[in-house]
C-alpha cells in the first residue's frame, strides 16, 4: 500500500526538502523531533573511548610489517624494554599461547579456505599493517618512541596484490600451507537456465565493472580500553565498536576468558560505515597484554595506521552480462565475481559479496540469473563490510548495465527500466533469487524524482551541447535501485552458513516516578538511536518524550543484542522496542482494570491513559499505573509485581526500501573535471519515524556513494604499500567537492512489521554511485565512451576523451 | 621541558612540557580537556580546531610551547558563562544551537571542529553565501552529513548572528507542533 503524501505537500517538498519533516499523523511518529544526543556532543562532553582515563592506565602502541608479504625470523624487543617509560613489550612468539586467532563468523561454503589470524602475526607477515610486536609503556609518546627500538628480522616473499594474477598458475601464495589463493567459490542460480534462456535473446551486452578499493575512514580513530580487575579475572573492554554485544562473545572464544567475566562497553562512538564491525587484533591484544599486566591498557589508532590495520571495504572485479529481446525485454543475468578478501578473514569477509548475490536483478522481471563469486586472498589488509556491504556493487553492476543495454537498443534508458521493472500492482512479489519484495512504488518514486530533476529541460541542453560541440558535455544518470535491509531473519542467516542470528532484543521498563527506560541491543554510533528510540515508546505509551531514557552499547546494562549493521536498527531494534511497548501495556491493562474494578476487556488504552468503555470518568493513566505496580499494595491476584516487558524480535523477512536518483553532470572534456551540477533523490523508505534523521542519513549514504564515484580509491604500489596511505594522500571528499542535495520520499510501508518501516542507513551509498557514473558515461558517450573505472578522476576521464573510449 | 602557561576556556594552566609535545596532546592528555578529539596525523581532518586568540587553529598542528601566553577556546569554553572547571553551562553559542535546530551532526566527532572553524568563518565574513561557507570549511572533514546540514546551519548561524534571526530550522520543537496533528 503506497501513502502518496498529499499532492499540495508534494509540490512543497519539490520547492523545498524541509517540507518533509512536517507531521503527517498525531503523535510521535513521523515527527521531526531534535536529537537528544546533540547536547554532548555540541559542548564537548562526549565519551569517546580515547577520552578514558584509568588510574595506573598503560599505553600499547603496535609494531607493523613494513613489508607485503616475508617471513619473520627474529623479533628482538629488548631494545624497547630498555627505554624510558617502557612497562612490557611482547612479539608475536611472546603471545603465541594466549592471542588465539581472530574470528570469521561467515563460513560461505563448507570448503572455504580458512588460515589462521593471529592478532600478531608469528611466522609470517601477509600484508604492510599486519602486526609484529607490541610495547607497553606509561605514555602515548614513550610507546611509539619504544617502537623504534625494536629489531626484526624480515626474509621477504614475493608478493601477490591483484585477484586476476592470484588466482593464476605459479602465482605466489599469500597462505603457502593451503596452496592455493582461493577462499571460496560460491555459485547461485534462480529462475531457467541461463544458457537456454540466452540462447533465446536478441542482444547480449557484457561489461567489466571494478569496485575499487575504498577506506571507511570513520572519523572516530579505533580505540580500546581494557581495565582488567586481576584478582577476580574480571574485565571490562571499553571499544570504539559498532558490536559490544558480538564483540563480547568472540573475546571470550578467541582467548578463553568465560563470556561472563567480560563486559564490553561501547562509549559514544565516532562513525563507524561497517568498519567498526569487526573483532580486531587489537582489541584481544589489549585485553590479552592487560591480563598478564594485571593493569589497564589502552590502544588509540593514529589515522595512518589504521588506513593501514582497519578493514578496507569493496574491491571486486565484476564480469556482467545481460541479455534481452529486441524489444527490450531483459531475459537473463550472468553475474561472475572475484571478490578480494586481502590476506585473512575478518569477521563477515566472505560474507560481503554472498549479500550482493541476491540484489544483482534488483527490481527488474527476467527469466533466469546465474551468479558465481570467487573469494581471492592477496596480501593487502583485509577488506570487510563498507556501508551497504554488496548491495551498492550489486546496485551499480545493473544499473550500470541497464543504461548499456538501453544505449544498445537505442532505448531511453528510463523507459527501459520502465518497462522491465516489478509494477506496484505486483507486489509482494518473488524475484528470481527467491526473496519476496513485501512492497514497493517504483513508478511513483520515479515520477516524483523526475518532476524534481526536470529531465526534459536537461536532456534539451544536453542535445544542444551535444550539437554544438561544447567542450562541457552535460549528461544524465539515472538509478533505480532497490536494496536489503533490516539484517535479518536468523533462518535465512542459518542458511547462509552464518555463524549467528538476526534478532534485536529490546526491554522497556517502567520506573515508579512514571519516566521510561528503554533498552536496545541495537548500539549507536552517530544515527540518532535515542532520539529514535523515545518517538517509538512515546507514540505507544502515550509518555512524554522527554521522559524516556535510553539505555545501550554496554553488556551490563544493555546484556542482549546483535548490535547495528546493515540498516537493521530500526527495522529489527525499533520493531523489537514497538512490541516490548504493546507487551507493557497489555501487564499494565491488567493493572488498571483491576484499580478500576472493570473486566479488562472493557478498558482501552489511549494516549497514554487507561478509561473503561462506557464510563469515561473511570481512567487512570500509565504513570500512575506504573506506580501502583512498583507499590504492589493491590496487584490482580497472582500477578507478579511488574509491568516491565521484554522483546526479542526476529524479523519474518527482509526490508526492501528503494528509490530513484537522478544526476546530472558537467563534464569539461579539456580537463577532465567532473562537476555534480544537480542531484535528485526520491527515496521510499517506508514509514519514518523521525524524518530530519532519515534525510540526514540519505545526504551522508549520497556523499559516501559520490565519493566512491568520484574521488576515493585504496592505491597500493608494486610492493604492496598502500600509497594512499594518510588523509593527505587519501581523498575524502570536503564541503566545497559536493553539491546540494534535493532530497524527497515516497511512502510505501513495509507490510512484514508493525511500523511499517524499511530502514535507510545505506540507501544513499547503494543508490548514488551508479547515478554519478551512469551520468559521466552518459556524457561521454558523444566520444565513444561505455564504461570508465571508478573513481572518475579528471585524469581518467580525460585519457577517454583523447582515446575515443578505449581504456 | 619548558614552562608554558595558557588560559584555556577561561582557566590559567601552568605546566612543564616536552618541546615536541603537540597541543592536542597537552590540552588532552595534561590538561584533560578532552572536548577536543583527534582525527588524523597529518592535520587534514581539523576534528581538533581551536580557537587561539579567536582564530581557528588545528590544535595538532601547533606544539604545546607555541600557545605559551595565548587565550585558547575550546568547544567546551565556547558557550557563555562557565562552570568551574569551565564547562559550558550558559547559553549556547548561535554556531552552536544553529547546528542543533538543522541537524548539523551525527555521530559528532567532527562537531567540535566543525563548529570553532564556523564560529572564526562568521568572525571574518558575516554574510557568507553557501559556496563561500563550503570553502571556508574546507579543511574539516565530516564522514557522515554530507555536509548540507552543516552548511545551513552555518547558514543560520550568520542571519542569526547579524541580528536577522535564524533560518528555520528541520527540527521542530514540541512547542512548534502545539495542536498540530492531534
Ligand atoms: S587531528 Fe588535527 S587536523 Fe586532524
Ligand atoms: S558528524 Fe560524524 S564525522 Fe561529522
Known amino acids: ?807 | 621541558m619548558t614552562r608554558v602557561s595558557m588560559n584555556v576556556d577561561g582557566v590559567v594552566y601552568e605546566d612543564e612540557v616536552e618541546s615536541r609535545t603537540l597541543l592536542i596532546h597537552h590540552l588532552r592528555e595534561r590538561l584533560g580537556r578532552v572536548g577536543t578529539p583527534i582525527g588524523c596525523d597529518t592535520s587534514n581532518c581539523g576534528a581538533c580546531t581551536v580557537l587561539i586568540s579567536g582564530e581557528s587553529v588545528k590544535s595538532c598542528s601547533v606544539f604545546a610551547v607555541q600557545a605559551d601566553g595565548e587565550q585558547i577556546t575550546t568547544i567546551q569554553g565556547l558557550a557563555d558563562g562557565q562552570g568551574v572547571n569551565g564547562e559550558a553551562v550558559g547559553q549556547w553559542h548561535p554556531v552552536q544551537r544553529a547546528f542543533q535546530q538543522h541537524h548539523g551532526l551525527q555521530c559528532g566527532y567532527c562537531t567540535p571542529g566543525m563548529v570553532l572553524a564556523a564560529v572564526d568563518l562568521l568572525a571574518r565574513n558575516a554574510s557568507p553565501t553557501e559556496d563561500e561557507v563550503r570553502h571556508g570549511l574546507e579543511g574539516n572533514l565530516c564522514r557522515c552529513t554530507g555536509y548540507q546540514n552543516i552548511v545551513k546551519a552555518v547558514l543560520s548561524a550568520a542571519s542569526e548572528l547579524r541580528g536577522e534571526g535564524p533560518l528555520p530550522g528541520s527540527f521542530q520543537d514540541s512547542a512548534d507542533l502545539t495542536g498540530v496533528g492531534a
Request: glycine fraction near 10%.
Open chain 1, 1 to 807: 500500500m503506497t501513502e502518496q503524501l498529499d499532492a499540495g505537500m508534494v509540490a512543497e517538498q519539490i520547492a523545498d526538502a524541509d517540507a518533509l519533516s512536517s507531521p503527517r499523523r498525531g503523535g510521535e511518529l513521523g515527527r521531526g523531533r531534535r536529537r537528544k544526543e546533540d547536547a554532548k556532543l555540541l559542548t564537548g562532553q562526549t565519551n569517546w573511548t580515547d577520552n578514558i582515563v584509568l588510574p595506573g592506565l598503560l599505553h600499547m602502541s603496535v609494531l607493523r610489517s613494513p613489508m607485503a608479504h616475508a617471513k619473520i625470523l627474529s623479533v628482538d624487543v629488548s631494545g624497547a624494554l630498555e627505554m624510558p617509560g617502557v612497562i612490557a613489550a611482547y612479539s608475536g612468539a611472546d603471545l603465541a599461547e594466549v592471542q588465539g586467532s581472530l574470528p570469521c563468523a561467515w563460513p560461505v561454503t563448507p570448503d572455504m579456505v580458512h588460515p589462521d589470524h593471529h592478532p600478531l602475526a608469528v611466522d609470517e607477515v601477509r600484508y604492510v599493517g599486519d602486526g609484529v610486536a607490541v610495547v607497553v609503556a606509561r605514555d602515548r609518546y614513550a610507546s611509539a618512541d619504544a617502537l623504534e627500538a625494536i629489531v626484526v628480522e624480515y626474509d621477504e616473499l614475493p608478493v601477490v596484490l591483484d585477484m586476476e594474477s592470484a588466482i593464476s598458475d605459479g602465482t605466489p601464495l599469500v597462505h603457502e600451507d593451503k596452496g592455493t589463493n582461493t577462499c571460496f567459490v560460491w555459485p547461485f542460480a534462480g529462475g531457467e537456465d541461463y544458457d537456454a534462456t540466452k540462447a533465446k535473446a536478441d542482444v547480449v551486452v557484457k561489461r567489466r565493472f571494478r569496485q575499487q578499493r575504498l577506506l571507511p575512514a570513520a572519523m572516530e580513530p579505533r580505540a580500546v580500553v581494557v581495565a582488567p580487575i586481576a584478582a577476580a579475572d574480571d574485565y571490562t573492554v571499553y571499544s570504539a565498536t559498532q558490536i559490544p554485544h558480538i564483540l563480547r562473545v568472540m573475546l571470550a572464544l578467541v582467548t578463553g576468558i568465560p563470556e561472563h567475566r567480560i563486559r564490553v562497553i561501547a562509549p559514544d562512538v565516532g562513525g563507524g560505515f561497517g568498519s567498526k564491525l569487526n573483532v580486531y587484533a587489537e582489541e584481544v591484544l589489549a585485553l590479552v597484554v592487560a591480563k598478564k599486566l594485571g593493569r589497564p591498557v589502552k590502544w588509540t589508532e593514529s589515522r595512518s595506521e589504521g588506513f593501514q590495520a582497519t578493514i578496507h571495504g569493496r574491491d571486486q572485479i565484476q564480469d556482467v552480462e545481460i541479455c534481452a529481446t529486441q524489444d527490450g525485454k531483459v531475459l537473463g543475468l550472468k553475474v561472475d565475481l572475484l571478490a578480494d578478501m586481502g590476506a585473512y578473514l575478518q569477521l563477515v569477509t566472505p560474507g560481503v559479496p554472498i549479500l550482493g548475490a541476491f540484489m544483482f536483478p534488483a527490481i527488474y522481471k527476467m527469466d533466469a540469473y546465474s551468479f558465481t563469486c570467487t573469494g581471492v586472498f592477496t596480501n593487502k589488509t583485509p577488506t570487510d563490510a563498507y556501508r551497504g556491504a554488496g548491495r551498492p556493487e550489486a546496485t551499480y553492476a545493473i544499473e550500470r548495465i541497464m543504461d548499456e543495454l538501453a544505449h544498445e537498443l537505442g532505448r531511453d534508458p528510463m523507459d527501459l527500466r520502465r518497462q522491465n521493472w516489478i509494477k506496484h500492482e505486483e507486489f509482494p512479489f518473488e524475484t528470481v533469487c527467491g526473496l519476496t519484495y513485501d512492497s514497493g512504488n517504483y513508478e511513483a518514486a520515479t515520477e516524483k524524482a523526475e518532476a524534481m530533476f526536470g529531465m526534459a529541460a536537461l536532456r534539451a541542453e544536453q542535445k544542444a551541447r551535444r550539437e554544438s560541440r561544447d567542450p562541457i558535455q552535460l549528461g544524465i544518470g539515472i538509478s533505480t535501485f532497490t536494496e536489503m535491509c533490516g539484517l535479518a531473519p536468523s533462518r535465512v542467516l542459518g542458511s547462509l552458513s552464518y555463524g549467528a542470528g538476526g534478532w534485536e532484543a529490546a526491554q522497556i521498563r517502567m520506573l515508579p516516578t512514571g519516566k521510561v527506560e528503554v533498552v536496545s541491543g541495537a548500539t549507536p554510533h552517530g544515527q540518532g538511536h535515542h532520539t529514535s528510540w523515545s518517538q517509538i515508546v512515546a507514540d505507544a505509551l502515550g509518555v512524554p518524550f522527554e521522559d524516556v531514557e535510553c539505555v545501550t552499547g554496554d553488556t551490563d546494562s544493555s546484556p542482549k543484542g546483535m548490535d547495528t549493521y546493515g540498516s537493521r536498527s530500526l527495522v529489527v531494534g525499533g520493531v523489537a522496542i514497538h512490541r516490548a511497548a504493546a507487551k507493557v501495556i497489555e501487564k499494565a491493562r491488567r493493572v488498571a482494570a483491576h484499580l478500576l474494578e472493570a473486566a479488562e476487556g472493557d478498558v482501552e488504552f489511549r494516549s497514554g491513559t487507561f478509561s473503561v468503555k462506557g464510563s469515561p470518568e473511570a481512567k487512570t493513566t500509565i504513570q500512575e499505573v506504573a506506580l501502583a505496580t512498583f507499590a504492589a499494595h493491590n496487584l490482580p491476584e497472582g500477578m507478579e509485581p511488574t509491568i516491565d516487558a521484554d522483546c526479542v524480535y526476529d524479523p519474518e523477512n527482509f526490508s526492501f526500501p528503494h528509490g530513484t536518483h537522478l544526476c546530472a553532470v558537467e563534464v569539461d572534456t579539456e580537463t577532465g573535471f567532473t562537476k555534480i551540477r544537480k542531484y535528485v533523490c526520491v527515496d521510499d523508505v517506508g514509514k519514518v519515524v523521525n524524518p530530519v534523521i532519515v534525510e540526514g542519513q540519505v545526504h551522508g549514504g549520497l556523499t559516501q556513494g559520490i565519493a566512491q564515484a568520484l574521488y576515493e580509491e585504496a592505491i597500493h604500489d608494486a610492493a604492496g604499500n598502500l600509497v594512499t596511505g594518510t588523509m593527505a594522500d587519501y581523498l575524502l571528499p570536503t564541503a566545497a567537492d559536493l553539491p546540494h542535495f534535493d532530497t524527497g520520499r515516497t511512502e510505501t510501508a513495509s507490510t512484514t512489521n508493525p511500523l511499517g518501516v524499511k530502514g535507510v542507513g545505506e540507501a544513499g551509498t547503494i543508490a548514488s554511485t551508479p547515478a554519478v557514473i551512469n551520468a559521466v558515461v552518459d556524457a561521454l558517450r558523444p566520444f565513444g565512451v561505455n564504461n570508465i573505472d571508478m573513481p572518475a578522476t579528471p585524469e581518467r576521464v580525460w585519457r577517454l576523451v583523447q582515446s575515443g573510449g578505449s581504456r
